[in-house]
């Protein structure tokens, strides 16, 4: 069965300081997406990155950086020089499968609640 | 490009009535939609898969006559909760999916208040 987990419920860091956000998967197939979405107080979804499991590549995206290792089912967030703006839930997510039917949808992890303070 | 839509945003309704929730593509066809639950301070729950002409496939536990969903066009779902409850209030997310693309778009979530 699929399943995400982020240990963190909460992390509160002051800015500038770099903030590592915890994800760990399980699956049992072969072929499968990560994600990682940040969800402001609007609420609405933003989306992030997303990984397949073939590709193990460490991605860096300005201040943000993601360490994906399937040794450890582990797909990690990383973002340096934290800004208050950075202040969101961030959800990691799973989907299985190819397209179409009941492939394809999101597994979503608890979310990890991130405040950076001035 | 690919933007979702949902309206309304925010809606209060008396309990025992029913409500109705629009997710729109804007900018492309959407084979698939799906819609998502999240209560206070939770994770998103999937409730049901959409594709569209054909009947919604509901995950376990999710009442299919209380939350009836519609994907008549390539462009529109709903969802209507139907005699709400206060425990039916919760924020729902729709995201929608392209024939032949793996990415869901998110729509911007409609916020319902059961009283």
């Known amino acids: 069965a699929q399943k995400v987990t982020q240990a963190q419920t909460e992390i509160s860091v002051v800015e500038k300081e770099d903030v590592t956000l915890d994800c760990v998967y399980e699956?049992?197939?072969?072929?499968?997406?990560l994600f990682w979405y940040k969800q402001p107080p609007s609420g609405e979804l933003v989306f992030l990155i997303r990984?397949?499991?073939?590709?193990?590549q460490n991605e860096i995206s300005g201040r943000y950086s993601w360490n994906f290792q399937k040794s450890t089912s582990s797909f990690n967030f990383t973002i340096t020089a934290s800004q208050v703006v950075d202040s969101a839930v961030y959800f990691c997510?799973?989907?299985?499968?190819?397209?179409?039917?009941?492939?394809?949808?999101?597994?979503f992890g608890k979310g990890t609640k991130l405040s950076v303070k001035p | 490009g690919a933007v979702v839509s949902q309206h309304p945003s925010r809606v209060i309704c008396k309990s025992g009535t029913s409500v109705k929730i629009e997710c729109r593509s804007l900018d492309f066809q959407a084979t698939t939609m799906f819609w998502y639950r999240q209560f206070p301070k939770q994770s998103l729950m999937l409730m049901a898969t959409?594709?569209?002409?054909?009947?919604?496939?509901?995950e376990q536990g999710v009442e299919k006559d209380k939350f009836l969903i519609n994907h008549a066009s390539l462009t529109l779902s709903t969802l209507t909760v139907t005699s709400a409850h206060p425990e039916d209030s919760s924020f729902y997310i729709c995201?929608?999916?392209?024939?032949?693309?793996?990415?869901?778009?998110f729509g911007p979530g409609t916020r319902l208040t059961v009283t």
């Open positions: 995201s929608a999916r392209a024939l032949g693309e793996y990415e869901q778009y």
């Open positions: 990984r397949n499991s073939f590709d193990e």
């Open positions: 959409s594709n569209e002409g054909s009947k919604a496939t509901y």
């Open positions: 699956t049992r197939d072969t072929t499968y997406y």
């Open positions: 997510a799973l989907s299985e499968g190819g397209y179409g039917g009941s492939q394809g949808n999101l597994i």
